[in-house]
């Protein structure tokens, strides 16, 4: 493993431990070559999978390789400032990636993955699910806001 404070090649494991949704191993490591102390995670990867982007600039869509770390970023935004624990976090992308790896397809599409958050960002935090729809759908007006809230408190009431 690199480090990446100095870049040398080799680093030894000090501790190694599963995480608490053990979903993944924990590893302290610590540099040969500068002496600083790392931490890094190790996760299961079924198989590779490609994201497909619809719409580029000349309407053609996008592949790239499947990142657990964009969905993770979109989820700790939206829910900034929430006060949900970082565990129920790692607990939601955890849940995504294993469904999308779990649907058999070399392939997904950028569409599906954020149907997916949304579920699951409907399910844990009213105001994180609304912050993310207004990315993810495109709210150009306050109109578009009030209109989401509404359907979301009343599917709440129900």
């Known amino acids: 493993m690199r480090c990446p404070f100095c870049a040398h090649d080799n680093s030894q494991v000090k501790d190694s431990r599963p995480t608490e949704d053990n979903t993944s191993i924990r ?13 890094t995670f190790e996760r299961v990867q079924l198989r590779e999978i490609t994201v497909v982007k619809s719409g580029g600039v000349d309407g053609q869509s996008r592949r790239e390789h499947f ?6 970023q979109s989820v700790s935004l939206a829910c900034r400032k929430r006060g949900i624990a970082q565990e ?15 649907l058999g397809e ?26 993310f729809a207004s990315v993810y759908r495109d709210f150009s007006e306050a109109r578009d806001f009030e209109e989401f809230a509404s359907a979301v408190q009343d599917a709440a009431k129900q």
């Open 27 to 39: 590893r302290r490591r610590q540099c040969e070559g500068c002496g600083a102390r790392f931490t």
């Open 67 to 72: 990142d657990r770390s964009k969905i993770e």
């Open 88 to 102: 129920r976090l790692d607990q939601l992308v955890s849940g995504i990636q294993r469904q999308v790896e779990t």
């Open 106 to 131: 070399p392939e997904v599409s950028a569409k599906q993955i954020g149907e997916m958050v949304m579920d699951g960002l409907r399910q844990l935090d009213s105001v994180a699910y609304i912050r």
